[in-house]
């Protein structure tokens, strides 16, 4: 036994463990983006095979956290969060390898599927082990952390692919995982402890099936749609996805009458001041992680810059991000409540009117052109980021924060996937013409119309965003 108050030395290393392997996850999100154009050109991959790519990760991710969190509780943290690591390296490898877009898709949506059975052990392994106190200072490294992961993610990508080391290229941004996945699986074997289980938990399988079948009903259309014409069938699919979405609440409510284990607590479809911020999630992380993809297709193909130029031309929103959240995070969101959500969109909108009007006229054009812009954006982004999980949590009782948070973080991942789908259709619809700064600047407005509605709706968002006492209890899991 340990000293009182003070924490075991390899619990520290279960800390580091959990984190590479969180960044493991959030550098596989953000990395791919800079390798578009040479997946296009080594595998003659279109527009919509680059989207399934970089958005069929978020799709299976989001689509599974939910179920990830259960199986956790039922059959064990341990045996989860090590069977998705082992899952989620062996598909980096696969990935790898692929000889051709279809499977690389294929084998990004398993690399999908394993990160959502891995990631939501990790906080619940730190839960079980970590002393209130410890628990608040561990959590309290996982925002500069990730952080950090989301500057270097970009950068570090783009480095690969320049590199082209033994003429791998974009081939390097998914074998750099398994080194370290392997590294984290031998740190996992040996320090993360074997936890409770709940055998009589019964897993909602028929749930999760809902989930998974409405949202790739979504993104399908989203996808495929613009090439395709927008046929009939596109229009039936998205209709279906309501219907589906519709249907998975209605089964929660049958779980509870029966007595049974819901996936989700349904009580939280009834309270509408929760309902309006899952809609807020999904359009801001979804316009924002549109508009970043897009912002490095411009760079690329539009301004001929190499990837790894264009990862570092996305340092100045990441570095803009980590700001906004610093001034969010320790200044204003305990004091302003849903308002420092508007200010930080009112920010962001800011940044994104620069952009567009600095891109005007793209002669002789330089990377510090858009810089102001791209800084102002992230700031303002960071600002929300910071609060905007725990302001929507404002609206849920205690006993159902747990349930609320991974339902943010499903519909954060799952906005992700959107984004990317809307933005890229936008963005490649006048960019395979040549029109590519014409085409950012449409996706531009579009992220205007996003930051608009964010900004319509808020009024309907909590007050107050949930006590600090709260916050080890409503941590979500980080998904990029």
Known sequence: MSAPGKTPRPMWW?????LVVELMDLLDSTIVNVAGPSLEQSLKASP????????????????????????????????????????????????AIAPGIG??????????????????????LLRDNLAPRDLTKALAVFGPVLG??????????????????FGLGWRL??????????????????LVPSGGRTRALRVDIAGAVLVAAASALLVLPLNQGQSSGWPLWTWLSL??????????????????????????TP??????????????????????IGTQLVLTFFLQLGQGFTAGQAGLGNLPVALGTAVGGGISGGLLAAKLGRRVLQAGAVVQFAGIAWLWFALADTSGFTIWRIVPGSVLAGIGAGIVIAAVFNTVLGAVADDEVGSASGVLSAVQSLGGSVGVAVFSTVFFAGALTGQA?????????????????FLLISPLFPRRARPDEAEIAATPVPVP
């Open 14 to 18: 279960l800390l580091a463990t959990v």
């Open 48 to 95: 919509v095979g680059l989207q399934w790519v970089i958005g069929g990760y978020a799709l299976t991710l989001g689509a599974g956290l939910v179920l990830g969190g259960r199986l956790g509780d039922r059959y064990g943290r341990r045996p989860m969060f090590l069977a998705g690591l082992v899952g989620f390296t062996l598909a980096s490898l696969l990935c």
């Open 103 to 124: 499977l690389l898709i294929t084998f990004r949506l398993v690399q999908g599927v394993a990160g959502a059975m891995m990631l939501p052990q990790g906080l619940g």
């Open 148 to 165: 950090l992961g989301g500057v270097l993610g970009p950068v570090l990508g783009g480095a690969l692919v320049d590199w082209d080391l």
């Open 173 to 190: 941004v998914f074998l750099v995982n398994v080194p370290i996945g392997l590294a984290a699986l031998a740190l996992a074997w040996r």
């Open 239 to 264: 209709s279906a996805a309501a219907i589906g979405y519709v249907a998975f609440a209605l089964w929660q409510r049958r779980a509870v009458r029966r007595d049974r284990a819901p996936l989700v």
């Open 267 to 288: 009580s939280l479809f009834g309270k509408s001041a929760f309902t309006v911020g899952l809609v807020a999630v999904a359009l801001f992380f979804g316009g924002l």
């Open 437 to 453: 700064t014409d085409s950012f600047r449409e996706a531009l407005v579009v992220q205007a119309i996003v930051i608009g509605l």
